[in-house]
């Protein structure tokens, strides 16, 4: 049975969605059977995963009007498509029982043919969020070292205690790891340790340098293990999925 983790932050550019592609590329590489699930309605995951052309998608899973669709991307990874449709979920679903529920249900048959399930989560803390961490066994935050970093986690913590109290009562957080992240810089480093004495045990010991090629990969529709082997993002974050596979 498959281990659902979720890619979060309610603040937006700071890798959500490059961390989910390039974990899930490197759970693969290291022989698990892995499926990416586009949460985001601005579907950048599947774009950058060089997916243009899906006839189905997440959001129309969602709302039941076909079964949810897999596509194989290499050995390994498949990815179930984003839609901008998603933005409208709320308004559509909101006023449905167990509303939050519907994510979870919907991965349920597929979970059996999946060592890992991978969301990439919308930076709102909306309903399709909600989803996400109803169904999650853990959350992965991703964070800027930089002012203001905090924030965005202890809006991510609140809710995680509520959703624990009220609908999953299993969800815990995996891990909280910095991206472009630059020890040289005092700022950082500052931050880095304040967020580590407030969280202990929830910062993750590796990180994910700045780097060109982490740029550039989603524009040729790779991930970095795929465009730039041997780059510093991609050692980077290997060693992400190592302490993942390891917690």
Known sequence: MSKILAFTNQKGGVGKTTSAANVGAGLARAGQRVLLVDLDPQANLTKGL??????????????????LKAY??????????????????????????????????LLEPVRERCDYILLDCPPALGLVTLNAYTCAHALYVPLEAQMYAADGLEKVLELVSRVQRRLNPDLSVGGVFFTRHDSRKVLRRETAEELRVLHPGLVMSSFIRESIA?????????????YAPQSAGAADYQALVAEILNR
Do not use: M, Q, T, W
């Open 214 to 226: 982490l740029g550039e990969a989603p524009h040729l529709g790779k991930d970095i293990f795929s």
């Open 72 to 105: 194989p991307l290499r050995e390994n990874l498949a990815l179930v498509a984003g839609s901008p449709a998603l933005s409208g979920f709320e308004k559509v679903k909101g006023d449905e029982l167990d509303r939050e529920f519907l994510l979870k249900d």
């Open 50 to 67: 060089g997916l243009l052309d899906a006839e189905h998608n997440v959001y129309g899973a969602l709302l039941g009007e076909y079964k």
